[in-house]
């Protein structure tokens, strides 16, 4: 029997682990894919309190490793099902089943997709969902990023430096990222703005060779040349196995306060997968401390 059960080993459920760990109970935090989470496609990190600049990855690596150190217990296996009865839970995996305490739910967020047809058979051949970790394929080539946010404002600025042509498709007139960003952009003869523009279709054999854009309003249709099309277009949760458990809103993020209490007892969420306004690591690590603690007293 474990005192806490973590799913997801992102920066939320490390730092549950630390606190957690180090307040001496026994702990098993079960992750899917790798531990880290996003941060890892991070390539470098500049707004965490106290580290002026890290990549993604050492901020991974080094939190993993806190919370080994600490005494948490990792396994690779994925969240399916969780029961929950009176006294305790049972975590079902991919692999095996697991009684626990209490249970903190930190499986973070994924890209959204596009939802245009091929895109999962091109993904990986031209298709790609981190700029910062697939740009340097690109180098020298023709590329496009779709989305309106930060990120891919962001992802464009960064590809500027390595792409010969970077194309900026947007559905609306105008950005919601920061004006800086678009400022900087401005400045940049290569990157080229395809706004009130949505893409229709991905095309090339084996590998993504152009992506053919639909304009507002006459519905006009061109074609770009492109080696890669980069998605920033936002995040949604990944909570289905945790849908008949905990109270989800609207968008599907697990419904929790600052306390990280869900709707079931024993149950808490840390990080980008409950409701919240900034999901952040600064955000996803206070989450971890703030549940891990939570459940330490639930415990009692
Ligand atoms: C490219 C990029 C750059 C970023 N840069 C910054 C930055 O500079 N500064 C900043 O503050 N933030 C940044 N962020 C945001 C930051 O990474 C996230 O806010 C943070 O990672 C959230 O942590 P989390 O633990 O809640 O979720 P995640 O990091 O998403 O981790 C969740 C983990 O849970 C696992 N998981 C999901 N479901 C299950 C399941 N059923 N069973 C087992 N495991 C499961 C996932 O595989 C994943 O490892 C960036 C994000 C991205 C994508």
Redesign the pocket.
């Known amino acids: 029997m474990y005192d806490i059960i973590i799913?997801?080993?992102?920066?939320?459920?490390l730092s549950a682990a630390v606190y957690g760990a180090r307040a001496g109970k026994r702990v098993l935090v079960?992750?899917?894919?790798v531990y880290?989470?996003?941060?890892m496609?991070?390539s470098v990190?500049?707004?965490?309190p106290g580290i002026r600049k890290i990549s993604?990855y050492e901020f991974a690596q080094g939190l993993y490793e806190q919370a080994m150190e600490q005494g948490a217990e990792i396994k690779y296996e994925?969240?399916l099902e969780i029961q929950n009865s009176e006294t305790y839970k049972t975590v079902h995996t991919s692999l095996s089943a697991y009684d626990s305490r209490t249970v903190i739910l930190?499986?973070?967020?994924k890209n959204r997709h596009l939802q245009v047809a091929r895109e999962e058979e091109l993904t990986g051949k031209g298709i790609s969902y981190?700029a910062?970790c697939d740009g340097a394929f690109y180098r020298g080539k023709d590329v496009a990023v779709v989305g309106g946010g930060n990120t891919a404002l962001e992802d464009a600025l960064f590809l500027s430096g390595y792409c010969r042509k970077v194309y900026l498709i947007h559905r609306r007139d105008q950005f919601r990222g920061e004006k800086r960003l678009q400022d900087s952009l401005r400045e940049k003869e290569h990157v080229i703005w395809v706004l009130e523009s949505h893409v229709a279709a991905l095309n090339g054999t084996g590998y993504l060779e152009s992506v053919t854009i639909e304009q507002e309003p006459d519905k006009g249709k061109k074609e770009l040349a492109v080696s890669a099309l980069f998605i920033a277009i936002g995040q949604e949760p990944?909570n289905q196995?945790f849908a008949s458990l905990v109270e989800l809103d609207a968008h599907g993020y697990i419904k929790a306060a600052e306390d990280c209490r869900t709707s079931a007892e024993g149950i808490f969420a840390a990080?980008?997968?409950r409701t919240k306004t900034v999901?952040?690591?600064?955000t996803?690590a206070a989450d971890g401390a703030a549940a891990a603690l939570a459940a330490c007293a639930y415990i009692g």
């Open positions: 799913a997801g080993a992102g920066t939320a459920g079960l992750e899917k894919e880290g989470g996003q941060i496609s991070a990190v500049e707004n965490y993604g994925k969240v930190a499986s973070g967020a981190c910062t990944d196995p990080g980008d997968c999901r952040q690591l600064t996803a």
